[in-house]
């Protein structure tokens, strides 16, 4: 889906004294505990001093991070690195951020940053929802990727899918005009539910010929 217009992302409404908080938001993974390899923890352990980011309560400067003004990729839940690390090593004129909450994986990209030395990832180990709202700029991004996220199968757990018309808006707005948000799934009927979402979502061009889907690209 390619971007064609800038559409305002609603602000969060204000909670007044005595009015009831809203429900905490159902997140879209689960945490799962993993055993690490030697090379893994090398990356959190020399890794994530060096190229991981926090949280912040305002938007970050990534050119200041990066110390450039580059096309900026981030990637939503990169697994264990593998396509993102083979895209910032092709495109070393690009910027890559990765967010994943699986630390081994994370340990795994970095281990792989570390061995390539490459310099143009950096990496956040939390959850993306809270990155976009509180660390990405509005209109800061050129693509935004989310390969493969969980399908949650069962009727009961479409609620937990990442892709819902809210999460469409906030992609939207954080991408610039023309920038590309990118979805891959392996799940015929997953999707089929992300092409229903974005198909009615503000602001996207559907970038299939056919309105549909694009080819999966050649191994």
């Known amino acids: 889906m390619m971007t064609d217009s800038h559409v305002p992302h609603p602000e969060s409404p ?15 993974f689960v945490m799962r505990a993993g055993r690490m390899t030697e090379g893994q923890q090398r990356g959190l352990d020399q890794g994530l001093p060096l190229y991981g980011l926090s949280l912040t309560d305002a938007p970050v400067d990534f050119d200041q991070v990066f110390g450039r003004a580059a096309p900026r990729t981030l990637e939503i839940g990169f697994g264990m690195g593998h396509s993102l690390l083979e895209m910032a090593a092709a495109a070393p004129e690009h910027d890559f951020i990765g967010v994943e909450v699986h630390s081994p994986g994370v340990g795994a ?3 792989g940053v570390l061995t390539q030395g490459l310099t143009n990832v ?8 809270e990155v976009l709202n509180r ?12 390969f493969f996220p969980d399908p949650w199968h069962k009727s009961r757990q479409h609620k937990r899918r990442i892709v819902q018309p809210e999460f469409a808006a906030l992609v939207r707005s954080k991408l610039k005009v ?3 948000f990118h979805m891959a799934t392996d799940w015929g009927p997953y999707a089929e539910y992300m092409l229903e979402v974005m198909s009615v979502a503000p602001g996207y061009r559907n970038q299939a010929e056919d309105n549909q889907y694009v080819p999966r690209p050649a191994e």
Request: hydrophobic share 35%.
């Open 178 to 180: 023309g920038g590309v």
């Open 122 to 129: 950096r990496v956040y180990d939390c959850d993306a929802i």
């Open 109 to 111: 990209l970095l281990n």
């Open 14 to 28: 204000a909670v007044e004294e005595g009015e009831e908080r809203p429900h905490r938001r159902i997140k879209s």
């Open 135 to 146: 660390c990405v700029a509005d209109n800061s991004l050129d693509r935004l990727m989310l």
